[in-house]
């Protein structure tokens, strides 16, 4: 199941307080500024610092492109 735009866009990363990318095809919430991955896990957002994966640079780069291929939260964001 997708989660709601309008839902989507309340959240934030409980570091920064700053939005989160949604990416569907991944099930996960995307923090490009911090580099955190947090999972969603039946269809709920799993937002604690503790369990969100750090990801390296390649892995980056790879889920600005999901999230650019289909949120337009993504407009302007730099990486």
């Given amino acids: 199941m997708t989660l709601a735009p309008d839902f989507v866009a309340i959240l934030a990363c409980p570091v920064d307080h700053e939005p989160l990318l949604y990416i569907e095809s991944e ?20 937002l604690l610092i503790e369990e969100a994966e750090l990801v390296d640079d390649k892995e980056h780069v790879r889920l600005l492109g999901l999230a650019s291929d289909k949120s337009p939260q993504t407009e302007g964001e730099d990486s």
């Fill in 27 to 46: 099930r996960a919430l995307y923090n490009p500024r911090l580099k955190r991955k947090y999972r969603i896990e039946d269809d709920i957002p799993i």
